[in-house]
């Protein structure tokens, strides 16, 4: 019989749980930068495992990977440009489960409302495995305009209890917004680009809208006619290599200097244009999230009319739907004419600051750990 100080010892020993990281986009991987580094530190590299790029945000995800100097334990193959969200969804399901097959993975946490965060709740159900969804914050309003993309977010709440979903207010990590010696130049990329001229900043992400019709190629279509209205004024879309998008907008660009389109962009070059832009037009939560922490007037296009859950937090921000998508709908003259172009909004409304935001979050991570660490020891395992 083993001393009664060893049997102690042996009950109460943990062996800690396995945990699989798992990010899609850009934004989503600026959201987590901070977390990464934090528990990089704090825990041990056989206990989390990171697949921080499934490939589906494409060069996007790599930049901001090498901007935030972070190394994944794998990045997986891009995804062609042109699969529907089906497919998507379905290779983002093969690469998380065989990830979390790999790394042992007793747990996943992931983060975002798009493919990757979904394949990763299904990977968990279907596992029996625990999951922890950081669920970004959407100041804006723009999720609950997109029935594809509030449906993602009820399944991944159907799937876990509320104690698993941690509220993640998006920000640009802390630190890493400025670089004094390496000032990035719009130029070397857009040889057109002018300085000290009104810009919308169009950063539409959103492959399934042509699935039904084809707004991708009506949007083109209209911010040519806005261009050609207002000379004086530059109408630059981010670009993210997706043939089916970015095709309507080579074609109507042509001929108009002020209509330009930018390759995925370094991180710091992509604050720089967000800074200088007078309006930021978008279907991105993360993105309209990033606008109002640096005060921009914000349109967003969204698909769903009023819905019934009141106004949103900001009444700068103007939504345009493809019902309303017309040469008048131009998001500078909407501005201008709600004198607002010209004044910085407010970044009030954000309920936390973000260093306090992370700071709650990985409160409630390390508890999530140790409730995991908790529940293995009084069932036995080892």
């Known amino acids: 019989m083993n001393p009664p100080g060893q049997v102690l010892k042996k009950s109460t020993r943990r062996k800690p749980v396995r945990i699989a990281w798992i990010g899609g986009r850009r934004g989503e991987l600026l959201s987590i930068a901070p977390l990464f580094r934090h528990f990089r530190k704090t825990y041990h590299d056989r206990q989390l495992h990171w697949l921080c790029d499934t490939g589906e945000d494409g060069m996007a995800s790599s930049q901001a990977l090498d901007y935030l100097q972070l190394v994944p334990d794998k990045i997986s193959d891009l995804c062609h440009p042109a699969e529907e969200t089906a497919l998507r969804i379905r290779m983002m399901i093969d690469r998380s489960e065989s990830f979390m097959r790999h790394c042992k993975a007793d747990a996943a946490v992931f983060s975002g409302c798009g493919p990757t965060a979904l394949a990763a709740s299904i990977c968990c159900m279907t596992r029996r495995s625990r999951g922890l969804w950081l669920q970004p914050s959407d100041p804006a309003g723009v999720l609950r305009r997109f029935a594809l993309e509030s449906r993602y977010q009820r399944m991944i709440h159907a799937s876990f209890p509320p104690s698993d979903v941690v509220n993640l207010d998006y920000h640009v990590p802390a630190g890493m917004t400025d670089d004094g010696d390496q000032e990035p130049n719009p130029e ?154 010209s004044e910085m909004m407010p970044p009030a409304g954000m309920p936390v600051s973000p260093g306090a935001a992370h700071e709650m979050a990985i409160d409630s991570i390390e508890s999530w750990i140790r409730k995991l660490e908790t529940e293995r020891l009084i069932c036995g395992g080892e």
């Open 188 to 341: 070397v990329d857009m040889p057109d680009y002018r300085e000290k001229v009104p810009r919308l900043l169009v950063h539409v992400q959103r492959r399934e809208w042509n699935i039904k019709g084809s707004l991708s190629e009506r949007l083109a279509h209209m911010i040519a006619a806005w261009a050609r209205r207002r000379p004086g004024a530059d109408y630059l879309v981010l670009g993210n290599l997706n043939a089916c998008t970015e095709r309507p907008v080579r074609i109507h660009a042509e001929n108009l200097r002020n209509y330009m389109i930018a390759p995925p962009l370094p991180y710091p070059l992509y604050l720089r244009l967000m800074r200088e832009c007078r309006v930021v037009l978008t279907d991105s939560p993360l993105v309209a999230a990033e606008a109002l922490q640096h005060a921009k007037p914000l349109a967003v296009l969204g698909e769903l009319e009023d819905d019934g859950q009141g106004s949103v937090p900001f009444p700068q921000i103007r939504h345009i739907t493809p019902d309303t998508l017309s040469e008048d709908a131009d998001p500078l003259d909407l501005m201008d004419a709600n004198d607002v172009a």
